[in-house]
């Protein structure tokens, strides 16, 4: 299994507050990616990167921002959390080569809940 | 936008049953890849189905892949209780990198 820490785990906050979660691998993949994860929704994506310090946007972008400064770890902030930002947050990586091509590897997810 | 839709949301059998989930679309993925989620965890891939008419099995789970590569089924023989969990389908687009998720499908198996 590839090594993916979501942390924190769980996370209640403030309507208005910053929020920061984090995302490491140990696996060197080179694609990582935020998704949410709402009832009836399945999976969306948030942000992706492809490399360090190159991101893209997901289908459901607005209210977020990701940073990639090293190829282990990728951040996903709400600069202002709203109530509508209660969901629970996957990362994932993937490879670009080998077997393991296109497989995407996930967290153990982040519950966050506005108030 | 590509869309996934699959069907049924939720589906409660009792064990021992037979039963099948459905992954639709108007759009043509280059494969196709199904996933298992379990409560607290992240989803895990079950399998990858690439050409058109493809038909894999694993264990007592069939997978097909439609002939226009458009759509996917998930057939489940002799369902026991350690089957209960969300599976979903994900389409993987041209470049590879990029799935779209279909809204997941929550199975519950009763002893």
């Known amino acids: 299994d590839a090594g993916i820490t979501q942390s924190p785990r769980h996370k209640v906050t403030e309507t208005g507050t910053p929020v920061t979660l984090r995302c490491h691998q140990t696996?060197?993949?080179?694609?990582m990616y935020w998704y949410r994860q709402d009832p009836g929704h399945g999976l969306r994506l948030i942000h992706y990167?492809?490399?360090?310090?190159?991101?893209d946007k997901g289908e459901v972008s607005d209210g977020y921002s990701v940073s990639r400064s090293k190829t282990e770890d990728f951040l996903l902030t709400l600069e202002s959390a709203t109530s509508s930002q209660t969901s629970v947050y996957f990362c994932?990586?993937?490879?670009?080569?080998?077997?393991?091509?296109?497989?995407?590897?996930f967290g153990a997810g982040t519950r966050l809940s506005v108030l | 936008t590509q869309l996934l839709e699959q069907s049924p949301q939720f589906l409660s059998i009792q064990e021992g049953e037979n039963l099948t989930v459905y992954c639709n679309s108007s759009?043509?993925?280059?494969?196709l890849q199904w996933y298992r989620q379990e409560p607290g965890e992240g989803p895990v891939l079950l399998v990858t189905?690439?050409?058109?008419?493809e038909v894999k099995k694993l264990k007592r789970l069939t997978f097909q892949f439609g002939d226009a590569r458009k759509d996917s089924s998930l057939h489940i023989t002799a369902a026991q209780t350690g089957d209960t969990g969300l599976y979903l389908c994900?389409?993987?687009?041209?470049?590879?990198?990029?799935?779209?998720f279909g809204g997941g499908t929550r199975l519950m198996v009763k002893p």
């Open positions: 994932a990586t993937t490879s670009t080569g080998g077997p393991a091509k296109n497989i995407q590897y």
């Open positions: 696996e060197n993949h080179r694609y």
């Open positions: 990167s492809y490399g360090v310090k190159d991101t």
């Open positions: 759009s043509v993925f280059s494969s």
């Open positions: 189905v690439v050409t058109g008419g």
């Open positions: 994900a389409g993987v687009g041209n470049a590879g990198n990029m799935l779209t």
